[in-house]
C-alpha cells in the first residue's frame, strides 16, 4: 500500500504538475512513517523542504517541519528538537499576509 501511495506522488511529480506537490506528498510521507521506512521519508522530507524554499509553497510547510521531527525521532537524531522548533516557527504568522490588516472596504 505504501509502495503505491510513493509511487502516486512521484506519478504526480514526472507528470510535471507543481501546484500542491507540498500537499500532495503528505500521505506517502505520513505512510513512510507509519511503515518505520525512516530513510524514504526523511529523502522525501528533503526534497519536498528543497521546492518549498524554490518555490515559497508554503501552506503545508509547519506540518513538513513537524513531520521531519518526527522522522528525526524515529531515527533518534538529535536534530529532532531543531526540526519541531521551525515547524513552530514556520506558521502562519510568517507570512507577510498574514501581518496585514483586513478591510472590509476596497475603498483606496
Known amino acids: 500500500m505504501i509502495d503505491a501511495l510513493g509511487a502516486a506522488f512521484d506519478a504526480y511529480v514526472a ?8 500537499s500532495y506528498s503528505l500521505p506517502a510521507l505520513e505512510g513512510y512513517l507509519a511503515v518505520g521506512d525512516v530513510r524514504r521519508a526523511s529523502e522525501l522530507l528533503d526534497r519536498i523542504l528543497a521546492f518549498i524554499a524554490e518555490t515559497g509553497e508554503r501552506i503545508v510547510e509547519p506540518e513538513i517541519h513537524r513531520l521531519k521531527g518526527e522522522c528525526l525521532l524515529a531515527g533518534a537524531a538529535p536534530a529532532a528538537s531543531e526540526a519541531m522548533r521551525s515547524a513552530a516557527s514556520s506558521g502562519p504568522s510568517r507570512s507577510p499576509r498574514a501581518r496585514r490588516p483586513c478591510s472590509s472596504s476596497f475603498a483606496p
Open 15 to 22: 507528470s510535471g504538475q507543481r501546484i500542491g506537490t507540498s
